[in-house]
């Protein structure tokens, strides 16, 4: 059974941090693209950071210098480390991974597996 459970999620002012963890069982996730999206109320589910390939990164443009996404791929696990945090990333925020495919992007990759989500909130 393969399973992603994020975690680290909560209540923060406007300016704090948080990291959010993904952790996987059941399959390694070393070849995959481990994805980070985010869904907040009203709105589609976007694409936030990938990270791949040992250390390619992609990221949304409005968190670019403020989110980092590494991963532990000896714990099989992916991190979302969030600094600056503003209200307008409040969501929940799920992980994802999808199986390596060169040229294409992260944000076009096929997700096969998904986390359950964990709630950011970032009051003003």
């Known amino acids: 059974q393969v399973q992603l459970v994020e975690s680290g999620g909560g209540l923060v002012q406007a300016g704090g941090s948080l990291r959010l963890s993904c952790a996987a069982s059941?399959?390694?996730?070393?070849?995959?693209?481990m994805g980070w999206f985010r869904q907040a109320p009203g709105k589609e589910r976007e694409f936030v950071a990938a990270?791949?390939?040992?250390?390619?990164?992609y990221y949304l443009d409005s968190v670019k210098g403020r989110f980092t996404i590494s991963r532990d791929n000896a714990k099989n696990t992916v991190y979302l480390q969030m600094n600056s945090l503003k209200p307008e990333d409040t969501a929940v925020y799920y992980c994802?991974?999808?199986?390596?495919?060169?040229?294409?992007?992260?944000?076009?990759?096929?997700?096969?597996?998904w986390g359950q989500g964990t709630q950011v909130t970032v009051s003003s």
């Open positions: 994802a991974a999808a199986p390596f495919r060169p040229l294409v992007p992260p944000t076009r990759a096929k997700y096969d597996y």
């Open positions: 059941g399959r390694t996730f070393s070849s995959y693209v």
């Open positions: 990270r791949w390939s040992g250390d390619s990164t």
